[in-house]
């Protein structure tokens, strides 16, 4: 166990190598910065690539919901083979901050990739070019940089609270991120031009800033939680840590949760462009629509920290999916009544403030309590298994979303849809997701782990002495 002593870092900046000491702000800001950059792709992902394909390089709906869901199963076992080797890294970095650096730049140049598609090749190349570009940047480089990412909030700190605050960083600037891409993706698309190079372009752009942000992450941030050396006598196979990953009953919840949530996430999200585009009869209402979201969200998360802090992140979690909910039911009571439609908006982002705040710090607890129960810990796999669920909910929200515009009789070509087109894209919007956060609040509600925490990290203290 580290002592309550200030050192220094390999790049000269102090910091309090307690795992249990209270983090800097500029740390917690590092940190949750490097969700900003990961969510300049993953939101450009979830927002505009999907239209991409369909709207502007006129790829089949049906071939790109297929091609998604494909290749985020293939992502979701990446995740679990970064997570074991993360867990086996040892550098003088540490285990997870050091590949932040390391994919900073192949990251930048993913996302050029990722809206490169030619415009004037045939259908079948289009097609190939697709599958092969989304899944070297979904399936290698976004994973070999966001499964250490995210594990890093178990490395830095063993303080509940602190972790909690460090979720709520990285939720807050992940939402900005969100922002950032929803307001200014299609302003840098028409700069310069508006057609396919223009995309390409605007993620040249983007790239560069992710570089520097990542760096920026890298630099101010550190591993406080030590854990004991790997050798012959206590080195675990990976068969081991899954079976102890499995016996996780906490784990499990909240990969499931997370696996709802990008999954409601993805649909969603996927689906605004369309909605404002085809019920709302107005694309550029996918702006503001998705502002009111973001900024609602961004704005909640500056206070949920007293909330957790006396309610416990269970019950503020399970409050915000009430809230969103509620929002949901708001927008089926709109029609297209934009203002209510506009304010559901709001509400679902206020609720998915409290939520978001509350998501990693719970995942990063699960661990110790799965060190408590098994003797054996593993952070990386914990988080690569959730990255998993979060890469199969999301890869299965695209196909969804595709599928069911496509069943409805979507035609990005068309000036107007049929009837069963607007029909898919309201399911997509709203009900899809409402039903989801449903299910959601059923896992969110056997989770007790908050008041179990305190006593499980004095055991381990306890253990480690006697070791």
């Known amino acids: ?20 000491a209270s983090l800097s702000f500029l740390e917690r800001f590092a940190y949750g910065s490097g969700d900003f950059a990961s969510n300049i792709v993953y939101s450009a992902i ?10 502007v390089v006129h790829v089949n ?28 890294t040892s550098s003088k970095f540490g285990k997870a901050r050091v590949w932040v650096m390391r994919m900073a730049i192949p990251y930048a140049l993913s996302a050029i990739l990722l809206f490169s598609v030619p415009a004037n090749a045939s259908d079948m190349f289009k097609i190939v070019y697709v599958f092969l570009s989304y899944n070297l940047v979904t399936t290698i480089i976004f994973t070999a940089i966001n499964v250490p990412y995210a594990t890093m909030n178990a490395m830095m700190t063993q303080n509940q609270y602190e972790r909690a605050l460090l979720g709520t960083f990285r939720m807050l600037l992940a939402t900005a991120g969100t922002l950032f891409i929803n307001t200014f993706t299609l302003k840098f698309v028409d ?18 800033m992710t570089v520097a942000i990542l760096l920026f992450t890298f630099m101010f941030t550190h591993e406080r939680v030590i854990e004991v050396e790997r050798t012959e006598e206590n080195k675990t196979s990976v068969k081991e840590e899954f079976k102890a990953l499995l016996k996780n009953k906490y784990w ?5 949760v997370i696996f709802l949530l990008y999954l409601s996430l993805t649909v969603n999200g996927g689906s605004a462009v369309y909605y404002a585009k085809t019920v709302l009869n107005d ?24 909330f957790i802090k006396r309610m416990g992140k269970r019950n503020v979690i399970l409050v915000g999916m009430l809230v969103t909910t509620l929002g949901y039911i708001v927008m089926i009571m709109a029609g297209t009544t934009y203002s209510m439609i506009l304010a559901g908006n709001i509400i679902k982002g206020i609720g998915g403030g409290f939520a978001a705040s509350c998501l990693w710090g719970m995942l990063s607890d699960t661990i110790e309590y799965g060190e408590w129960k098994t003797g054996i810990r593993t952070a990386g796999l914990a988080n690569s298994a959730s990255s998993f669920g979060s890469k199969v909910g999301s890869g299965l929200g695209g196909a969804v979303l595709g599928w069911i515009i496509s069943a409805g009789g979507y035609d990005g070509e068309a000036a107007v849809q049929t009837s069963s087109a607007i029909s898919a894209v309201n399911a997509v919007y709203i009900y899809v997701p409402l039903a989801l956060t449903a299910v959601s609040l059923i896992f969110i509600y056997m989770y007790k782990l908050d008041k179990e925490y305190d006593n499980i990290i004095k055991d381990l203290d306890e253990r480690k002495l006697k070791q």
Do not use: C, H
């Open 191 to 208: 700069y310069f031009g508006g057609d396919p190079r223009a995309w390409t372009l605007t993620f040249a752009v983007f790239g560069l």
């Open 46 to 55: 979830s927002i505009f690539l999907v239209y991409y394909y369909t709207d």
């Open 61 to 88: 709906a049906a071939a790109v919901g297929s091609i998604m869901l494909i290749s985020r199963i293939f992502d979701g076992f990446s995740d679990i083979v970064m997570g074991i080797i993360v867990d086996r």
């Open 1 to 20: 166990m580290a002592t309550q002593t200030e050192v220094k870092n390999q790049l000269g900046v102090k910091y309090n190598s307690d795992p249990k």
């Open 252 to 256: 499990l919840m909240m990969a499931a």
């Open 283 to 306: 694309p550029s209402f996918v702006v503001p629509l998705g502002n009111a979201t973001t900024i609602a969200q961004i704005s909640t998360m500056f206070f949920t920290a007293p």
